[in-house]
């Protein structure tokens, strides 16, 4: 077990870094499914019930549910509680505006043999360059 | 690369004013975003706006320009609100209480005011209130190949399905700036070759009732492999757009669905080669009725219990199925402390007053409400509920992120004798 590099396209300008939340049934965009001020996970069935968002790299097959998916992210964002970035093994329209309206760093569209989602887990230390594209992975137990 | 008109350039330059330039930003930043090579007129909008809960960040005193500038158009700088586009016909959709049953939902006359003015803010800009999550029931009904946004997502799931009209489930910020500048990326569902079907579902069992469609969708949802396009080949029955309604809803649950096919029905796919494109599907996949009992039973609770609660209407229900209702409870008594809730749009409602059959509902001690829902109203307006029973599947599985009780679903005919009998029966 050692770091590794994986590389999608960079989708937002930025480099930040963060614990790896990795979501792989996403996180639903349902009004109370996230906590519009607390930005924890309050989605009934999802492997971080209970986790806050707040400087975590979310790792996300894609976005799922309520287009009011990208509004109750921002508004976490505006009470003070942001991830550090977005990876997603691809980028779609909800997530699209998340990260658009959010501006914080973000990475999606992979390709399939390096899919975010089989080779990251939650607790690995994630840097990510929203601009190139590239994605460090330092696993957890190297922490 | 992203390449502008010299008339999107002009907006993105100002030429048009600050509150068209600032739109037009954030437009393109999410164009980036998405990869996408250009915009497309979009002439068709539906805004999750007022004073909803995503906007709890904000002092409830807050400057309602202050927050659109910051909210919507992404602006650190306060803007004028001006108009939407003349050419994007925008109204409201599902908003966050009735517009006038305030105190029947359990909310506070300051929370039904401060919705109201951020209404009338809109209003102004040109935004029709209207407070529907099915537009399509009073006349938003986009043409094929029209490209709409709509902050619902079953209604980009029955717009580009049964209208065969293009949109994809962009979010709350991208609508709004859509609707201002009369712009979207041309991406995703907006062209023709990603809506074609790449997972052909078989089902192995036949659906009728309306929670037989509900539960499909959610199931199908459910076992969609990621960014597929779905295509049904077989097993519906009673096809109607109530149905479709509860199906395009309950697929938005589990997945990030914005089409589904349906083999003979849907004008994408009057064959499955048509459906196809005339390629090999990615994905088949049969679908069985343990797939249906397990979707049951992660939306429902078991057992039989004592209730309290019960709301029907989700996504909101047009006037054939509020005639449906009266005629069945008709004459009935709601027992004490139960409530019934039935939710429809406000102009389905006034014909509801108009044919009686509000009177036949409102006089049970069920109340007929307009334009929200339970979830979208959030737990100030549920909190009191010992135990729930809620139509649909889109309902009864959100409102589990928003509370502990029980909550059951079945056949709305089930859903409305358990209001009555103030009890939830075992099948």
């Known amino acids: ?143 | 690369m992203l390449k502008l008109t010299h008339y999107e350039q002009d907006m993105l330059n100002g030429k048009m004013g600050k509150f068209k330039q600032k739109a037009m930003m954030f437009i393109v930043d999410y164009a980036k975003v998405l990869g996408a090579t250009e915009l497309c007129e979009v002439s068709r909008a539906t805004l999750f706006v007022g004073a909803q809960h995503y906007l709890d960040c904000y002092d409830k005193d807050s400057d309602y320009k202050d927050i659109f500038s910051e909210f919507y158009l992404s602006s650190d700088e306060k803007v004028t609100l001006g108009k939407v586009s003349s050419e994007c016909k925008t109204q409201t959709c599902a908003a966050c209480c009735d517009i006038t049953e305030y105190k029947r939902t359990h909310l506070s006359k300051e929370f039904h005011d401060r919705n109201r003015e951020y209404l009338e803010n809109t209003k102004e800009m040109g935004v029709k209130i209207v407070e529907s999550c099915t537009p399509y029931y009073v006349g938003w009904v986009p043409m094929m190949g029209e490209h709409f946004v709509t902050t619902e997502s079953s209604n980009v799931v029955i717009s580009n399905t049964i209208f065969g009209a293009c949109g994809n489930s962009d979010g709350v910020e991208v609508a709004v700036c859509a609707s201002i500048t009369g712009r979207i990326p041309k991406w995703g569902m907006h062209i023709p070759e990603n809506r074609l079907a790449t997972c052909v579902f078989e089902l192995d069992f036949d659906v009728s009732t309306q929670m037989e469609w509900d539960l499909l969708g959610f199931t199908l949802g459910r076992l969609l492999p990621k960014h597929e396009v779905p295509v049904i080949v077989n097993g519906v029955k009673n096809v109607e757009i109530n149905r479709m309604r509860q199906l395009c809803a309950s697929i938005s649950v589990t997945s990030a669905a914005e089409i589904c096919h349906i083999v003979g029905y849907t004008p994408e796919a009057k064959t499955l080669e048509m459906a196809l494109g005339g390629k090999e599907p990615k994905y088949k996949i049969k679908v069985t009725k343990n797939d249906m009992k397990d979707s049951l039973n992660m939306i429902s609770d078991n057992g039989c219990g004592p209730v309290d609660y019960v709301s029907i209407g989700c996504p909101h229900i047009s006037l054939d199925e509020i005639f449906e209702i009266s005629e069945y409870i008709k004459g009935k008594h709601l027992p004490k402390g139960v409530e019934l809730q039935i939710w429809t749009d406000y102009a389905t409602k006034q014909m509801a007053i108009l044919n009686g059959y509000a009177k036949n509902i409102e006089d049970t001690g069920a109340a007929l409400l307009t334009g929200s829902c339970p979830i979208v109203m959030r737990e100030e307006s549920h909190k009191h509920a010992k135990a729930m029973v809620m139509f649909g599947s889109k309902q009864a599985f959100g409102i589990r992120h928003q509370t502990d009780v029980p909550v059951y679903y079945g056949e709305v005919e089930r859903c409305i004798d358990a209001a009555f009998s103030g009890k939830w029966e075992e099948m």
């Open chain 1, 1 to 143: 077990m050692s770091q590794f590099k994986i590389h999608g396209r960079g989708v937002y300008k930025g480099n930040s870094e963060g614990e790896a939340v990795v979501c792989p049934d996403s996180i639903a965009g349902n009004s109370g499914a996230l906590g519009d001020v607390d930005g924890v996970i309050y989605e009934k069935g999802n492997v971080n019930y209970g986790v806050c968002i707040k400087d975590k790299i979310l790792v996300v097959p894609c976005a799922k549910g309520s287009n009011g998916f990208s509004a109750h992210f921002r508004g976490a964002q505006i009470a003070g509680i942001t991830p550090a970035g977005w990876i997603s093994t691809r980028m779609d329209a909800r997530l699209g505006v998340a990260v658009a309206s959010m501006k914080i760093p973000a990475v999606a569209d992979f390709s399939e043999s390096e899919n975010p989602l089989d080779l990251i887990k939650t607790g690995d230390w994630v840097k990510i360059n929203g601009e190139s594209g590239e994605v460090i992975v330092t696993p957890k137990e190297l922490l």
